[in-house]
């Protein structure tokens, strides 16, 4: 099976920082986009960054110029470095990820449970 775990969460006061982690493990063969998306309590899910095999990343405006996503291919995990935390960024954050098993040569996207990222004073 394969497990996608996120870390980092926490509460913040607005204008903070926080750094999110995304861990692979288990059947992992290999692993294609990575995705951080966010859900807030009464909304829908919405993608935040993403980010390539290669490293090619794109970012939603909302959080253009403040948030850095990144990854450890070796390692795989996947980060998020956010400053400049605003209230409205409060979610939980969830990990997505097109990941090859070592069981069957398909690609599925795979979900993390999410970590809570609450930005209040």
């Known amino acids: 099976q394969v497990q996608l775990v996120e870390s980092g969460g926490d509460l913040v006061q607005p204008g903070g920082s926080l750094r999110l982690s995304c861990v692979a493990s288990?059947?992992?063969?290999?692993?294609?986009?990575m995705n951080w998306y966010r859900q807030a309590p009464g909304k829908e899910r919405e993608l935040v960054a993403s980010?390539?095999?290669?490293?090619?990343?794109n970012y939603e405006d909302f959080v253009k110029g403040r948030f850095t996503i990144s990854r450890d291919n070796a390692k795989k995990t996947m980060y998020l470095e956010m400053n400049s935390l605003k209230p409205e960024d409060t979610a939980v954050y969830l990990c997505?990820?097109?990941?090859?098993?070592?069981?069957?040569?398909?690609?599925?996207?795979?979900w993390g449970q999410g970590t809570q990222v609450t930005v209040s004073s």
């Open positions: 997505n990820a097109d990941i090859r098993t070592t069981i069957a040569p398909r690609w599925y996207y795979f």
């Open positions: 980010i390539s095999q290669g490293g090619g990343t």
């Open positions: 288990g059947t992992v063969f290999d692993i294609r986009d």
